[in-house]
């Protein structure tokens, strides 16, 4: 598990050379390209509005805990990739923000541009969205998938919360609206028809060499998850505003054989805030930092002390110069 989180992944996927009169390919060259040639491989992107469940069922099909998950919506602010490897296929899945109508801050824009790149580069494009939204509310977000000339499926989620004819009601109902090419229904909590989602998405991937390499499973280092982890600590355990108002920063990671020394930074908006986040006696940051450096350990494979500290950096979310720093390009 750690080799594969070691680094980010450059993007590799080079033919061989092109035969030519003064390089023909020899028949092992041959061989090797024509297998190449064969394999799958190509970009699925799941893009929906808030709290759809995007996190969850990239998840679920990749079978790894990749994408940070919470009950609140908006939990997502970066796209994630994460690969499910075979010998015959790689799948490049991308979890994207929710779609965010009207953007308020920097932030907000910034997270909606990876929105828009997913629609751009994708072979497969996943839209999802639960049983209780209506067709007609999503028509703005949906405006001209109708004309992408790739494969899109529209995949209704959280089939577990409803009656099987009100499913059936639904699914005529966005039939009518003639957008996807298929309506898939899934529960991605119980993982109810995952493999029927899967067996779409494989039949209509392009053939193409694997875009990263096979023994990878993210294009993420290990100080992204660390972050990621920390702030999901910071959604469950706060309510209102304030995992909102927060970001998480790995400001130092040291590697040694027994423990790996960690230090994160929170940044908030307001004092009342950090004090909300420290609580009586630093009990609530303590316990933030508990949960997370349990999941921590279990994701790099050894003992982790983990230091957290709070700052106070007004109107973070619209400081292009942190946002940068966060990696929000």
């Known amino acids: 598990m750690v080799a594969r989180w070691a680094h980010n992944p450059k993007v590799v996927g080079s033919s061989p050379a092109p035969a030519t009169k003064r390089n023909p390919l020899s028949i092992c060259q041959r061989i090797s390209h024509l297998i190449e040639f064969m394999h799958k491989s190509g970009f699925v992107n799941i893009l929906g509005r808030p709290n759809t469940g995007k996190s969850t069922l990239m998840n679920a099909l990749l079978g790894e805990r990749l994408s940070i998950v919470s009950p609140k919506a908006q939990t997502t602010r970066h796209r994630i990739i994460g690969l499910l490897n075979d010998d015959a296929y790689q799948i490049v899945f991308s979890d994207t923000p929710g779609i965010i109508l009207d953007p308020k801050y920097k932030l907000h824009h910034k997270m909606m541009r990876f929105v828009e790149t997913a629609f751009q580069d994708a072979d497969v494009l996943l839209f999802l969205a639960d049983v209780f939204e209506k067709s007609a509310d999503l028509k703005g977000i949906l405006a001209g998938a109708e004309k992408l000339k790739i494969p899109k499926a529209l995949i209704l989620n959280k089939i577990d919360l409803i009656k099987e004819e009100e499913l059936q009601n639904k699914i005529k109902e966005w039939q009518q609206e003639n957008i996807f090419d298929e309506i898939i229904s899934v529960s991605a909590l119980k993982k109810t028809n995952v493999d029927g989602l899967l067996e779409y ?16 499973l993210t294009d993420r280092n290990v100080r992204y998850f660390v972050s990621e982890i920390i702030r999901e600590k910071i959604f469950n355990n706060y309510r209102q505003e304030i995992p909102y108002s927060c970001e998480v920063a790995v400001t130092t990671y040291e590697e040694s054989t027994d423990i790996d020394r960690m230090r994160a930074e929170i940044f908030v908006e307001r004092d009342s805030q950090k004090a909300i986040l420290i609580g009586d006696k630093g009990s609530s940051l303590k316990k933030v930092g508990m949960e997370a450096r349990k999941d921590i350990e279990e994701l790099i494979g050894k003992k982790v002390y983990l230091e957290l500290f709070v700052k106070v950096k007004d109107n973070w979310k619209d400081d292009e110069r942190l946002l940068k720093s966060f990696g929000y390009e």
Do not use: G, V
């Open 201 to 216: 998405i494989l039949k209509r991937l392009p053939e193409h060499p694997p875009y990263y390499p096979k023994e990878e």
